[in-house]
């Protein structure tokens, strides 16, 4: 005989004291339970996998390039997700050198986005490449773009 009760939702045996398990009860609840937790389990839309997981938790990236002193180059990051947002700055060096004396202005720090780009950077479709430029002449007004100075070292952190 099985149990006088069940249980609520998966309907397992629930013995009063005058009940008389048997076997056949507790390998009937043993099945109903490997049943349930196994599809549990396998539901693709409750769990994520290891490699969501990854992608969900990591929503940074960084990565260092040196400068070669070309006026265009191609920085492949490595990014290991589609990213949205980032900065990029010179080491060691201030975000903007102004040099009176010429009125010059040397630019070392530059965003980059889906929607827009600082002067000097651009970002590509693919959301990991990103192309920097050494200006030789201005961009705008006396303004220079450097993002691949020969022997500086440059950082860059993406963001999803």
């Known amino acids: 005989m099985s149990s006088t009760n069940k249980t609520e939702n998966l309907k397992l045996n629930s013995w009063i004291g005058s009940d008389k398990p048997k076997r056949t009860d507790f390998n009937y609840d043993n099945e109903v339970l490997d049943k349930v937790i196994t599809e549990h389990k396998e539901d693709a839309v409750s769990h994520v996998n290891s490699e969501e997981r990854f992608r969900w938790d990591n929503v940074m990236h960084e990565g260092t390039y040196f400068g070669d002193g070309q006026l265009e180059r191609k920085i492949d990051t490595e990014c290991p997700f589609p990213a949205r947002f980032g900065i990029i700055f010179a080491n060691?060096?201030?975000?903007?050198?102004?040099?009176?004396?010429?009125?010059?202005?040397?630019?070392?720090?530059?965003?980059?986005?889906?929607?827009?780009?600082?002067?000097?950077?651009?970002?590509?479709?693919?959301?990991?490449?990103?192309?920097?430029?050494?200006?030789?002449?201005?961009?705008?007004?006396?303004?220079?773009?450097?993002?691949?100075?020969?022997?500086?070292?440059?950082?860059?952190?993406?963001?999803?």
């Open 92 to 160: 060691n060096r201030p975000p903007s050198i102004a040099r009176f004396s010429t009125p010059q202005q040397s630019n070392y720090f530059g965003f980059f986005s889906l929607l827009a780009c600082t002067s000097g950077i651009e970002f590509s479709d693919d959301m990991v490449t990103l192309t920097v430029r050494q200006t030789s002449m201005p961009v705008i007004e006396k303004e220079y773009m450097n993002f691949n100075e020969s022997g500086i070292t440059y950082h860059y952190v993406m963001f999803r």
